[in-house]
């Protein structure tokens, strides 16, 4: 579901037009990154810019855990952050998929969620064609 803290980069876009004419092959989308900058001091979620090329504050990048397609024009990506993979303290707020040419091409942010001892931030992703 689409919200409006949750946009499609400009390169992703550029991406998408350079693959339909066959110039490109659409890059794979690979790898989930998690940060701190998706929020304001309140705990608003920030709006995110589709023009980024990169998390507002990245602390972590790592491989998708898995995708799906619940139908014929759904795509879904599962990643997940943890404790073990960045410890304690941390307020992530947002987080981007990255293709395998290192393009970020989406971003979502949300309010914080302070990292504490065994905790687990899992993302599902749909990506709706």
Request: hydrophobic content about 35%; glycine content about 6%.
């Amino acid at each position: 579901m689409a919200t409006a803290n949750t946009v499609t980069t400009l390169k992703a876009r550029e991406n998408f037009a350079k693959a339909h004419a066959g110039d490109i092959a659409l890059p794979d989308v690979t790898q989930i990154a998690f940060g701190t900058g998706g929020h304001d001091t309140d705990g608003t979620p920030i709006a995110p810019d589709n023009s980024q090329t990169s998390l507002n504050t990245e602390v972590i990048k790592k491989d998708i855990n898995s995708y799906s397609f619940p139908d014929n024009q759904t795509l879904e990506i599962i990643g997940d952050v943890s404790d073990d993979d960045i410890g304690t303290g941390d307020d992530i707020s947002e987080c981007g998929l990255y293709n395998n040419n290192d393009e970020l091409v989406a971003i979502k942010t949300f309010p914080p969620k302070t990292m504490s001892e065994d905790m687990r931030i899992e993302v599902t992703w749909q990506e709706l064609f």
